[in-house]
């Protein structure tokens, strides 16, 4: 027989990655059946009611714990576990060093302090404006940056506190409104501050990597990026050739449409050349209004330094393209691009159609990439060195079904740049985009938590292929494969091929290696080229370019 | 302006989620952590605009610059019918605007008792007669540059500090201080209060005025810095101020009127608060050097009159934003509780309105107890005050805090987005009239006062001016009543 805990408790604000990761530990305890985890919003409130828990009246300022589990025990372990991770926070390391609080210095958050009078003798500041001045009276010295990753309606306010204290600023949060994103950009055009994003999810200032980033190695390569895992694919694909970068300035994925009008992507591009230590300047975005594209492009050409500029879209390079490029302009040699072939399996599937060509799409095509012999007209050899992972020994013929269904191409990505190139790339298949708004609304982005790309990779039918990225880098799953690798597994062993981008750098704390093998060693054909991968997915299903 | 190169070693301020956060840690990236919350509820779409408007910044360093550099001297005590030209059968009183039919106990015990100093009533039945028919003009001290402790209740024949802002040329005027217990401030009306009223104003009045004349004005800022490091927040605390004051004055009190010096000057040494009028009139005049700055969303009032609190704001000129009046959580005197108490009453949070009081709680550990018994408390209770207020006073300074500035000049934005309220150091009135003082302690004002001025600041950044009077907030049309006594500058 099961029961219900249903709690609200008034005042007490964390955020939502927090408290969807505790909603979700809960649920994997034992006896317990469905746990909801989350301010009292509209939204939440209503996810539990439809859960048909007893739901009472609360606000969004409010904490609402609902636990269904097989009996009293199982719940009171349950609360017990929610009072242990919520009071996770209180207990991290805060706000620098601990000599910081004799100073005066604010840190961390005080979880669950009552509101209005506040205990004790630590306090952190509400708002980024108090911050901004609690770091200059402290030590250490001013801030030289704001992060910004508040829920959309709020981050206007937090990031405006960023301008009017002269400090460049991150805004990672989405569902900001494009007026208020181009009222930010003026105001910070007019005190001479960047302002990165909205829905920024990666950038590398001053070597701290911000949002979803990987760990690079310095170097004299300055991004300027419209588009997220775009920026994370150059770049990795650049650490990967030995070539480091400086800076990767995001401006948000609208930055370039007409209404905005790339007053940050302009703003980005004059920092970058005015950085004595950044040598060759990327320009990574979808195709930006036409207008705008001329004005960044004059722009561009007024430049010192040298810009790479690479526009996504049908007709264009692809990501790996725009690193190969980079290279050429630094005089670097071309890399083979690493791969893991599919571990070899006794089935009938796997991965024929190693020659996945990628001398054929023209990388090499001014020889100066090491082992591209000419170029066009791919061959055997040039599949060998563009490292391309195809298991040996397949023909990429029947499913072993026997059955005659038209095969499909099953796209299921974390990083909406990434499935635009693999989709362009493959030219056809079915690709789900599960970072977008429409899937991340009330639960963490994929990038976190795999669990709705999982369901999608278990419901990919014997035969079709299925093509996924894993991207690797601070913030992102500590540890992809082992959550991925069983699925990949159980979808290799019903007949599925599975190939994965996998977006990465030695440096990064997951280890490309380690990840790059475990999903291997689980059956899936490993590239850490997004364009190769899918260039290899269409090829297993007898298409692609 | 040329764009910076990021450089030198990042130090990172992070709202938001906790795992980003993380992420720089775990690079041993310096950071500052904001403990963030959503911000009162229904105000976001009202903050977005009112942020958004570009006076707002340019608006608010000027209300705040006014604030900071008032300064005023406390240059006269006269009558209130001279110094506010207040006319036989007006009173003033605390608080916004506020009818007889919705006065609570205290300040109809006050209404009453200034009834019969002013000899217009027979006795109180009588007095109350007279004031439900509404015979005398009632209108808030706010609106007539003065203001009151508690009930507030200025009748012509009181006598009043006057204190002028050389800066900016405003005056403003405050009441005398009658002590504690039973006197007419906390609404008490017996023969005992009157008596004094009488003597304040036929003896204390002329010969404080004649000792004033002697020794010049006095520096209220110097006095109120003084008072400051000497343990008094200058609301529920003034005994150092009160001691400095009486220092000052003793001389010329003893040359104007040597036979009435020594009973003035036992009056003034024993009543711990008498200096809470002078440093009040001094806030208000300071608060009202900032008002009426087009765009500015700093707060220039805050002031309760028994049922309700109202505040006013700089852009939003002389119109009250008002939500009920909370009960004070505090100490009790003798037997008193909780039952006996008022809502909140009087004009003396325009010391909080100017920094003191409950923002600089830090500075009085001796009457911790009224924040909850602890000195990191009272540190607390100051530190989260800067959390909504836009400046650091420069002459008003805490030891405590390593002589960091009061807090001073809150923000109705900053109040929305941290749902922080301004703490109220405040006296406790009894409920029933003429029953006096029953504590005090600490009180929150309403939040939907805020969450108004908000809504109208929003719509006149809209507009881009100030809105029409009869736009107003919950409090609606009010306090256009009588003269400014500050002087209006030519904004932007």
């Known amino acids: 027989m099961s029961a219900d805990l249903v709690r609200v408790r008034a005042g007490v604000y964390h955020d939502s990655v927090h408290l969807m990761r505790a909603g979700r530990a809960l649920t994997e305890l034992p006896g317990v059946q469905v746990a909801v985890v989350a301010m009292a919003t509209e939204l939440n409130l209503g996810v539990a009611a439809d859960l048909g828990f007893d739901v009472p009246a609360a606000g969004p300022a409010d904490l609402l714990i609902a636990v269904r589990g097989e009996g009293p025990a199982a719940l009171e372990a349950a609360g017990a576990e929610l009072d242990r991770l919520l009071a996770g926070p209180a207990a991290r390391p805060e706000g620098g060093a601990p000599?910081?609080?004799?100073?005066?210095?604010?840190?961390?958050?005080?979880?669950?302090?009552?509101?209005?009078?506040?205990?004790?003798?630590?306090?952190?500041?509400?708002?980024?404006?108090?911050?901004?001045?609690?770091?200059?009276?402290?030590?250490?010295?001013?801030?030289?940056?704001?992060?910004?990753?508040?829920?959309?309606?709020?981050?206007?306010?937090?990031?405006?506190?960023?301008?009017?204290a002269g400090l460049p600023v991150m805004i990672f949060s989405d569902n900001v409104p494009v007026e208020q994103e181009v009222l930010l950009k003026r105001r910070a055009g007019e005190v001479g501050v960047l302002v990165m994003g909205p829905d920024c999810g990666t950038a590398v200032v001053g070597g701290a990597g911000l949002g979803f980033s990987n760990v690079l190695r310095p170097g004299p390569v300055g991004v300027v990026a419209a588009s997220g895992t775009g920026a994370q694919q150059v770049t990795c694909l650049l650490d990967q050739a030995g070539v480091g970068v400086g800076h990767v300035l995001g401006v948000g994925g609208r930055d370039l449409s007409a209404e905005v009008g790339g007053l940050s992507t302009l703003h980005a591009l004059e920092t970058l050349d005015a950085d004595p230590a950044t040598e060759l300047i990327v320009l990574i975005s979808k195709p930006p209004a036409p207008e705008v594209g001329e004005t960044v492009r004059r722009a561009a050409e007024g430049l010192a330094t040298p810009v790479v500029t690479a526009l996504l879209g049908p007709g264009r390079g692809d990501l790996t393209d725009a690193a190969e490029a980079v290279l050429r302009a630094l005089?670097?040699?071309?890399?083979?691009?690493?791969?893991?072939?599919?571990?070899?399996?006794?089935?009938?599937?796997?991965?024929?159609?190693a020659t996945e060509d990628g001398g054929a799409r023209g990388h090499g095509a001014d020889g100066g990439g090491r082992g591209h012999g000419g170029g066009a007209g791919g061959n055997e050899k040039d599949a060998k060195d563009t490292g391309d992972a195809g298991d040996a020994g397949d023909t990429g013929g029947a499913d072993g079904s026997g059955e005659k269904r038209a095969r499909r191409l099953r796209g299921l990505y974390a990083g909406g740049t990434l499935c635009a190139e693999a989709r362009l790339v493959a030219r056809a298949g079915e690709f789900t985009d599960f970072g977008d708004d429409s899937y991340t609304r009330g639960r963490p982005h994929p990038m976190i938590d795999p669990s709705l790309r999982l369901e999608a990779l278990s419901a990919v039918p014997p035969g079709d292929v299925a093509l996924l990225d894993v991207v690797l880098g601070h913030v992102a799953d500590p540890d992809p494969a082992a959550r991925l690798g069983p699925e990949i597994a159980s979808a290799a062993a019903r007949g599925v091929r599975v190939v994965v981008a996998l977006i990465g750098s030695e440096g990064d704390p997951q280890g490309l290696d380690a990840q790059g093998e475990a999903l291997r060693a689980a059956g899936a054909a490993v590239f850490t080229s997004n364009a190769r991968a899918a260039a290899h997915a269409a090829r297993l299903l007898g298409g692609g370019p | 302006m040329t764009p910076r190169a990021p450089s030198g070693e990042p130090r990172v301020i992070t709202v938001g989620a906790g795992a980003l956060g993380e992420a720089l840690d775990a690079q041993a990236v310096r950071r500052t952590e904001v403990g963030w919350r959503p911000p009162m509820p229904g105000t976001a779409g009202d903050l977005a605009r009112v942020l958004a408007d570009p006076r707002r910044v340019r608006a608010n360093e000027t209300a705040v610059g006014r604030l900071l550099s008032a300064r005023p001297l406390l240059v006269g005590v006269r009558p209130a019918r001279e110094a506010l030209e207040l006319a036989e059968g007006s009173f003033l009183h605390a608080g916004p605007?506020?009818?007889?039919?919705?006065?609570?106990?205290?300040?109809?015990?006050?209404?009453?008792?200034?009834?019969?100093?002013?000899?217009?009533?027979t006795g109180p039945e009588d007095a109350e007669r007279r004031l439900a028919r509404g015979r005398v003009r009632l209108s808030p001290c706010h609106g007539r540059g003065a203001v009151g402790p508690m009930a507030g209740v200025v009748s012509p024949s009181m006598w009043v500090f006057e204190v002028r802002d050389a800066e900016h040329g405003g005056t403003a005027c405050c009441p005398l201080n009658e002590g504690l217990g039973k006197v007419l401030r906390y609404g008490a009306y017996g023969p005992e209060v009157l008596r004094r009223l009488r003597w304040m104003g036929e003896v204390l009045g002329p010969v404080l005025r004649d000792a004033l004349e002697r020794t010049g004005p006095l520096d209220l800022v110097a006095l109120i810095?003084?008072?400051l490091q000497m343990g008094d927040e200058l609301h529920n605390r003034n005994r150092a101020a009160t001691s400095l004051l009486l220092r000052e004055l003793a001389p010329g009190v003893v040359d104007a009127s040597p036979g009435h010096a020594a009973d003035v000057l036992r009056f003034v040494a024993g009543n711990d608060h008498f200096f809470l009028n002078a440093g009040m009139a001094a806030c208000k005049v300071s608060a009202d050097a900032a008002g009426n700055v087009p765009g500015s969303t700093v707060v220039v009032a805050m002031a309760r009159n028994g049922t309700d609190f109202g505040l006013r704001v700089s852009g939003l000129g002389d119109r009250w934003f008002t939500g009920p009046a909370g009960v004070p959580d505090g100490l009790y005197l003798g037997a008193y509780g909780p039952a006996d108490a008022n809502p909140d009453i009087g004009d003396s949070t325009i010391t909080e309105t100017a920094g003191l009081g409950g923002f600089a709680m830090a500075a009085a550990p001796a009457i911790v107890r009224f924040v909850g018994g602890d000195v990191a408390e009272a540190t607390a209770a100051t530190r989260s005050m800067y959390e909504i207020t836009l400046a650091e006073h420069p002459a008003y300074q805490i030891p405590?805090?390593?002589?960091?500035?009061?807090?001073?000049?809150?923000?109705?934005?900053?109040?929305?987005?941290?749902?922080?309220?301004?703490?109220?150091?405040?006296?406790?009135?009894?409920?029933?009239?003429?029953?006096?003082?029953?504590?005090?302690?600490?009180?929150?004002?309403?939040?939907?006062?805020?969450?108004?001025?908000?809504?109208?600041?929003?719509?006149a950044a809209d507009r881009g001016g100030p809105g029409p009077p009869e736009a107003g907030g919950a409090g609606g049309p009010a306090g256009a009543d009588g003269r400014r006594r500050t002087p209006h500058f030519d904004e932007l």
């Open chain 2, 225 to 227: 810095a003084q008072a």
């Open chain 2, 97 to 121: 605007p506020i009818t007889w039919e919705r006065a609570s106990g205290p300040m109809r015990g006050a209404l009453i008792g200034a009834m019969l100093l002013e000899g217009l009533a």
């Open chain 1, 331 to 353: 005089g670097v040699p071309v890399p083979a691009w690493r791969s893991w072939p599919a571990a070899a399996r006794g089935g009938p599937y796997g991965g024929a159609g």
């Open chain 1, 99 to 164: 000599g910081d609080l004799a100073n005066g210095v604010p840190g961390g958050t005080p979880v669950d302090a009552p509101d209005g009078v506040p205990g004790g003798g630590r306090w952190a500041p509400r708002t980024v404006r108090a911050a901004a001045r609690a770091a200059l009276r402290a030590d250490g010295g001013a801030a030289t940056l704001v992060l910004v990753s508040v829920p959309g309606p709020y981050a206007f306010a937090e990031a405006l506190d960023a301008i009017e």
């Open chain 2, 400 to 459: 405590g805090l390593g002589f960091r500035g009061t807090p001073v000049g809150v923000d109705v934005t900053l109040v929305a987005r941290t749902g922080l309220l301004p703490i109220v150091n405040t006296g406790i009135a009894g409920r029933v009239a003429g029953t006096g003082q029953v504590g005090a302690g600490l009180v929150s004002p309403p939040a939907s006062a805020f969450t108004a001025a908000l809504a109208a600041l929003a719509e």
